[in-house]
């Protein structure tokens, strides 16, 4: 058979792949086991259910890749998969303390919806240059998907004080359209600003001895910053508007190379949000709260300051090794399934499994900005950029929220978190890495061997 | 643009290297201090009380979510939710959960607290055997989302505070709708913010009316029944002397009581109009003169038999708190042996009182051959697996009459609406196009004499033509004040509480409204 033989011989990448996916199931499937017998003393009921349909979706993955990414990344879906899949085990052990058992099926129904998202995705757009024509298309819909929470009836109100208005309602589903908004105005910005980049990064005006930006150019920095600002004001949500310009400043920067636009966006952004703390009390509180929350627990008051409190208990309760997994109480921190999870890994899995979570993030990251550094195209460079600055920073604002490194914005842990919304699109997310990464990784350049990030920075 | 790419790979990475960093703080360097603090008993598995958990959703007949407990950030982790459209609609049925307060006190949710809130459940597999296991149920009412908001909507259009509708089944006493004007909203009061809280309680404590709206005003608040106690009456000359049915009462205007002094009391018509005749015209020009003359012939005793065996004097056995069912009293024959109070007490009047739902099962009983039936609020209660936790059987309650007597009676109460002379004949040929024979009551009860202030009364139930099966019956009341702009129409039952029932009525019968 030297036809297959060749096909094998040409897709190595994904062998490895399948490799790094079989250890990660074995990894997830332990768990699993591990976390039944901590529970419930006995096999886990379902066992086999589960070990068939993640083997199913391990393969099928894999099958996908080597027919529509052969030459993509191995690294990004393996680790995508074992965070996806740990996230799972923590959900599913957490979901019947808190009252919501139903939970673990619905994450296990949105992850095979997000694995038939990511397919989708990468057979649609069979060339990343696809998505550079609907430029306008995507800035329209994202800003529509940013507008929606806010329109009545869709729109979910806020059911209490601090809540954010971030969710749409149609009929039964309740969805995030942040979520795919942000997937949309990164491939906005990738294509507007490769158009505009000599114009962007031209110094007209001149003030003493220094040159700046013409005034006319900086108009896409104001309008981001606006936006940030509006998404805070009306829709309650800091989370999604900082990362949003940290996106926004990333790509401008890396496009223009002017520090002038990361000074001026950050000192924008500063005094928005300064603005919007001295408007909005929940933003401030918030601040309040992450500065020192123990003086918000107060018995006969809401106890706001209960949540961070108890994250950083149940860290420190983990210490070095953990719990074991099972065997901790970090259902008792409020919102543990989606907000604090990262808090429940701590605390079961010690700064060990925390670590490991961190790294798998670092391993996403770094394998982003590789697809990025060998893109074919300036659009694809910047798409694979903006979407891996997303993802990085969406899952560093949350774990460093609940390790109170920042106040905590309520965005979800990518993949580890419970949200249908949340899921689907980051694996949309993955599938556009994927394909540019496919793109860039053709026979014909020769980049040799896959280097760690550090090396690739060396290398700079 | 690739340096500046692994430029924001270092500014990431950095990123990291803090966040690890600050792990190793917390969980290393600091974890000794941290878990010397009490708090971290929080993190005990049993650490979190049912007051900290979720609750069971309750559920309106047609399957909406009337309240349900969301996951919020702070000490008490679930909110209770009301949603917005039906908050107000159903708040007398569904109270409130303020559990900060720690105070559950009206309504389903106090009433169904053991099934609403986390309790042990049932074992159903091995695994359950050694892991703790609880749930909550979901609580379905009988009350449709349809129904209870087009009667608290066309409360709220009436504007008269102090108003009040039951509708019933009266085959197996399940409420179809029970709503109050004003109403309130339960969000505030179940609010974790001590001031949200405060501030709604105390916008509460002053609405511009007497009675508190936190108990439900239906089965709570008992006001005078005027002539729809006549329906008791009829009933009790049926069983107790039925020769006062085939009595030719004179037309008068006025009746002077026999032994009342000198000179005697008298009491005059509804602006003094004249009526009488046989009992079947008496009944359904609702005269009070005919009714003073059957009062004193029947006698206090044989009135009080009546009333009790009504459910009067009785706290019916509904299911809501204690502290909100009022009983409906009929004053003891002893307080009421001489004339003329006899002859008022047959007419709803003097110290006789009834809530909005007693006067529901009265027309629920005559409509149902004398059988009124135990009414109820929840139809059944799920667990999480679908398990039936409960389910709601109908009762008898008592036995309020023979089911002649109640044939009797019902015919009486059709010729109100069907005879031109009926007091309802009008308001009915209004509102009620379409609509199949119904028998009714109306009442206008004056608390105070020759004041305009007066509680509005119809009762009704249907369909109640020759060999029919009523299948809805109800009582509505809309108090008149008297300083309200209204006395200037002369407000009666038919004027002021039809308008408000029929239509209900009508959506009761699955017509249009």
Redesign the interface.
Known sequence: MPAQAIALRAKPRRRSELGLLLVGLVVVVLAFVLESFA????WP?NLLTFVVVSLGLVLFLNVVNRRLAPNADPVIVPVVLLLNGLGWVMLSRLAPY????HLAGFQALWTLLGAVAYVITLALFRRSRDLERYRYLTLFLSIGLLVLPLLPHIGE?P?????ARLWVKLGPVTFQPVEISKILLVVFFASYFVEKQELLSMSTNRIGNRLFPDLRSLGPVAFAWLCSVAVILLERDIGFSLLLFVMFL?ML???T?RWTYLVIGIIAFAVGTYLASQILHQLNQRIEIWIDPWKY?AP?????G??P??G?????????SGTGLGL????????AIS?FIFAAF??EL??IG??AV?AG??LI??SG?RV??RARS?FS??CA?GLT?IL??QA?FI??GV???LP?TGVTLPFVSYGGSSLIANYILVAVLMRISDEGSDEVRSYGEPVP??A??A?? | MNPRIRWVGAVMLLCFVVLFIQLNNIQVRQAPKLVKNPLINETASSAVSALRLPRGAIVSADGYVLAESKPVHDYWRWQRIYPPLTAEAFAPITGYYDVVAASDPYGIEAQYDSLLAQHESPTNTLGQLLSQHTETDTVQLTVSEKLQVAAYNVLKAANEPGSAMVVLDPRTGAVLAMAEYPSYNPNGLASHSPKVADAAYKRIAAYPYNDSPLPNLATYRPLAPGSTFKIVTTSAIFDHDPSLATRIYPVESSYSFPNSGNPPQKIHNYASELCGGDLAMALLQSCDTSFSRIGVALGPINLALEARSFGFDSTPPIDLPKAEVAPSIFPSPSQIGATPYMGYSAIGQLDDTATALQMALVAAAIANHGKMMKPYLVSRAVGKYGNIEYQAKPQVWRQATSASTAQQVRKLMLGVTQNPAGTAYGVFQQYGQGMPTMAAKTGTAEPQKNVCGTYNWLVSFGPAGPGETPTVAAAAVVPIPSNSTSCATNPTGASVAGPVLIPILRQALGLAP
């Open positions: 529970t419930l003393n006995k009921p808190v009252g919501a058992s109100t059911s209490n004080a601090n809540g990333a920067w890396v496009t190379g627990l006969g008051t809401a106890q706001l209960y949540q409190v108890l950083e208990l149940s860290l420190a309760k983990g210490g070095l901790g109480a970090p259902q008792n921190i409020p919102v907000d701590g605390e010690g700064l925390a670590t961190v993030f670092v990251v770094g900005l990025a550094l300036e460079k910047l950029l600055v990085g920073f560093f774990m460093g390790a109170r490194l905590l990030i550090a690739a920075l290398r700079s």
